[in-house]
């Protein structure tokens, strides 16, 4: 049962990220240099953050590792692992070919993987 609300929320925070990228797309947005080569987005950012505050929400003990912003500490023995732009190069240069990634692990093994691509509306 604790299965099904792990992916529920991993669906919806998906979704809504994606609905953030594809909606600032074709907008002027801010692009940073993140080390010698990577990119990272203000709406990589904001994506995150609204995956972040959601898996909060609704596990506020459990860690999350996200690509921009590190790790957060939790109680539990899951971990949620989120990319909320991948593919960020793609994105920067209008390219329409990324995705959120979001994933979850119990204990070091996985239990689920989303990755949406707002694009194409394909999830899996």
Known sequence: MAESRFFAVAKEA??????ILKEHLATDFKIYKKGIVNLVTE?????????LDR???DFPDHHILSEEKGSYEGEADYRWVIDPL????NYSH???AFCVSIGLEHAGKTLLGVVYNPISQEMF
């Open 55 to 57: 898996i909060r929400r």
């Open 43 to 51: 709406v990589d950012l904001k994506a995150e953050k609204m995956i």
């Open 14 to 19: 998906a979704l809504e990220a994606g609905a």
């Open 94 to 96: 209008r390219y329409p």
């Open 86 to 89: 991948d593919g960020t190069t």
